[in-house]
């Protein structure tokens, strides 16, 4: 798989690379992909979720092993082990620090 920034100046070529680190930036120091761990590891955690979720214009992956759905999929999101901790990638360029103070009621700590 191969990955590309708005900028087109940062390539990552496999999923390993793309999902070990924690935050990318660019150039100039901007976040363009944030990844945080999450639990849904209720019914409600997960309607919650999805409707926090969805007042973003932002794109956000979630990742369990060697799944990635979208996170704002209701159905998508219940196919996965909830009993497991799933990494939230968030990526905005401009709000990412917000998105991450809105959905801290998910993020394990």
Same mark, same amino acid.
């Given at each position: 798989m191969i990955w590309y920034s708005e900028n087109k100046k940062i390539v990552f070529t496999s999923l390993l690379k793309l999902f070990y680190?924690? #935050?990318?930036?660019?150039?100039?120091?901007?976040v363009?992909?944030?990844t945080v761990k999450i639990s849904l590891n209720t019914i409600d955690k997960v309607k919650a979720f999805v409707n926090d979720v969805t007042k973003f214009n932002s794109d956000f992956d979630l990742v369990s092993g060697r799944y990635v759905i979208d996170?704002? #999929?209701i159905m998508g999101i219940f196919s996965l082990d909830l009993s497991k901790e799933i990494d939230l990638n968030i990526h905005d360029d401009d709000a990412a620090e917000e998105i991450v103070s809105a959905l801290d009621a998910y993020i394990v700590k």
């Open positions: 680190y924690r #935050s990318f930036e660019n150039e100039e120091g901007k363009i992909m944030k996170a704002k #999929s």
